[in-house]
Each structure stands twice: as structure tokens, then as C-alpha cells.
């Protein structure tokens, strides 16, 4: 990948993430984590993407369809694994 197509990834993945928070919310320990499984989660989209021969939206080297899907499965995990259950 080149340098512009390593920028892009990294705005739209941080992009994510912090949309992600807005809509969500949460302390500082929250956006902490959306950020990095929106990081993890658009790179191993991308890296995923040759293997099952999906190209959905390209920007060049990267493949942001497929990444962004990765990203947004990633931020629901996220905040899926990250609820407490709290019982009163």
C-alpha cells in the first residue's frame, strides 16, 4: 500500500470509531476502546477482502468497502463484549 492509501485508512478508521462514541458515549476508557477495535477491525476487513474475492468500494491499494465493514463488525463487538450486566 502507499503512503496517501495508509492516511486514508487511518481517517476513515479513526473517523469510525469517534462516530462510533458520539453515538454510543461513554467515559474516556470507551472511546479508547472503539477507536483501537475500529482500527483492528478495518485492517483485518481489508486484509480479509483478497481472501473471499470481495471488492466492494477501492480507493486505490485499499479496499475501504470491505474495510469499513470490518471496522463497523469490530465496533459492535466491541460494545456488545464491553456491557455489564447490571442486576440490582
Do not use: D, Q
Amino acid at each position: 500500500m502507499t503512503t496517501p492509501a495508509y492516511l486514508i485508512a487511518i481517517i476513515l478508521a479513526t473517523l469510525y470509531g469517534a462516530m462510533f462514541h458520539l453515538f454510543k458515549g461513554g467515559n474516556a476508557s470507551k472511546i479508547f476502546l472503539y477507536l483501537v477495535s475500529s482500527w483492528m477491525g478495518f485492517i483485518i476487513g481489508h486484509n480479509v477482502s483478497p481472501i473471499v474475492g470481495a471488492s466492494i468500494y477501492s480507493i486505490g491499494p485499499l479496499n475501504a468497502g470491505m474495510a469499513s465493514l470490518g471496522s463497523g463488525l469490530a465496533l459492535v463487538l466491541a460494545h456488545w463484549l464491553s456491557k455489564r450486566n447490571y442486576e440490582g
